[in-house]
Antibody
Framework: EVQLLESGGGLVQPGGSLRLSCAAS????????MSWVRQAPGKGPEWVSAISDSRGSTYYADSVKGRFTISRDNSKNTLYLQMNGLRAEDTAVYYC???????????????WGQGTLVTVSS | EIVLTQSPASLSLSPGERAALSCRAS??????LVWYQQKPGQAPRLLIY???TRATGIPARFSGSGSGTDFTLTISSLEPEDFAVYYC?????????FGGGTRVEI
């Protein structure tokens, strides 16, 4: 069974940092591109960042470019999101999401984690 | 950035009725359109990808159509569990974007 388990969320002050992790299981992690998608309270999903399979190419939404860094450790089947310079508008549930097909840019998301809440507030 | 506009924002229907949800893209995205269903407190659930391909385990009452800029998600006969919020997403180019959602309510 494919599973994604996020961790690392919490309350942080504006300007602070957090590192989110997503532990993957049930599939060959290194074969799949992965994304982070966030959802602010009462709002729709917003794609944040993606990383390709083993090639490691990265992509970011303009709203987080220069502040967030996505990475992966294929030996640990884990996806990361380093978030620096956090702002109130970054408050959201952050989901990691698996793309629907391996070995390429098939950016539909067929499996999502349960999400981890990030709250940016003083 | 490609903007996806979903309409209507909400839809009030009864079980057994047909629902047609629209998603319009601000530029040509070929058939690179995805549909999700989301219920309160849950992550989105993949329904349809590449405009018309049902994801694994999705019932046949869900169908997708369209290409270019205009897309439709149709639920042929609403079941009680289908009352939820539906989002479209494109995968045509970076950045990926989602539509604002359509709430299907009883």
């Amino acid at each position: 069974e494919v599973q994604l388990l996020e961790s690392g969320g919490g309350l942080v002050q504006p300007g602070g940092s957090l590192r989110l992790s997503c532990a993957a299981s049930g599939f060959t992690f290194s074969n799949y591109a992965m994304s982070w998608v966030r959802q602010a309270p009462g709002k729709g999903p917003e794609w944040v960042s993606a990383i390709s399979d083993s090639r490691g190419s990265t992509y970011y939404a303009d709203s987080v470019k220069g502040r967030f860094t996505i990475s992966r450790d294929n030996s640990k089947n884990t996806l990361y999101l380093q978030m620096n310079g956090l702002r109130a508008e970054d408050t959201a549930v952050y989901y990691c999401a698996k793309t629907g097909r391996g070995f390429g840019d098939y950016h539909w998301f067929d499996c999502w984690g349960q999400g981890t809440l990030v709250t940016v507030s003083s | 950035e490609i903007v996806l506009t979903q309409s209507p924002a909400s839809l009030s229907l009864s079980p057994g009725e047909r629902a047609a949800l629209s998603c319009r893209a601000s530029q040509n995205i070929k058939n690179y359109l995805v549909w999700y269903q989301q219920k309160p407190g849950q992550a989105p659930r993949l329904l349809i990808y590449d405009s018309s391909t049902r994801a694994t385990g999705i019932p046949a009452r869900f169908s997708g159509s369209g290409s270019g800029t205009d897309f439709t998600l149709t639920i042929s006969s609403l079941e009680p569990e289908d009352f939820a919020v539906y989002y479209c997403q494109h995968r045509s180019s970076w950045p990926l974007t989602f539509g604002g959602g359509t709430r299907v309510e009883i």
